[in-house]
């Protein structure tokens, strides 16, 4: 069963508080791209309703209809990623790593560093260097945990068969027609 770009928005939306059962890759990055370009229409609306008053970049700051949808989807995002962690066949707890990053930034003393220094532009390059070496291990822990979670979100379905847990069992699982 093929899903199209109206049913993946219209089922993400619909199951935002379902946190069981599956979610098939097509479900997943159809609804991504629902919020992609949602958000690129909404940041537009909120150029024309609170111009940055000369600022040389749109995206300097979120825009009031940009913020409340964005709140607004955080739960159906949520909802539809976990589901796809399961059609994956893996446990919604690796979404956790996405603490990892923090934990880094407050092991190797970035908040210290934040609350203590302003970079300007007469910062020497030793506060430089020492905010680069709070920043690097926050950054690359960051970079290393989507790289992880977007690796997941490519695999394709794995039913209960192949020792899925998540998927139903004996029947068509929900992502039988994104084997692929």
């Given at each position: 069963m093929k899903i199209t770009f109206a049913g993946a928005v219209k089922s993400g939306l619909k199951n935002y508080s379902n946190f069981?059962?599956?979610a098939t890759r097509a479900e997943f990055w159809y609804f991504y791209l629902f919020g992609?370009?949602?958000n690129i229409v909404l940041s537009t609306f909120d150029s024309f309703i609170s111009p940055q008053g000369g600022s040389s970049s749109m995206m300097t700051s979120?825009?009031?209809l940009y913020t409340l949808v964005n709140i607004a989807l955080v739960i159906?995002?949520?909802s539809i990623g976990i589901r796809r962690f399961h059609d994956a066949g893996f446990s919604a707890k690796w979404l956790l790593l996405w603490l990892l990053p923090v934990v880094v930034f407050f092991i190797t003393g970035g908040v210290s560093m934040a609350s203590g220094m302003t970079l300007s532009s007469d910062s020497s390059d030793a506060q430089v260097l020492a905010a680069l070496a709070f920043l690097i291990p926050?950054?690359?822990a960051s970079a290393a945990v989507g790289v992880f979670q977007l690796v997941i979100q490519l695999l394709r379905t794995?039913?209960?068969?192949?020792?899925n847990k998540y998927a139903q069992p004996g029947g068509e699982s929900s992502g039988a027609g994104d084997q692929g």
């Open positions: 069981k059962g599956t992609v370009l949602l979120a825009g009031p159906p995002n949520l926050t950054i690359l794995k039913t209960h068969e192949e020792g």
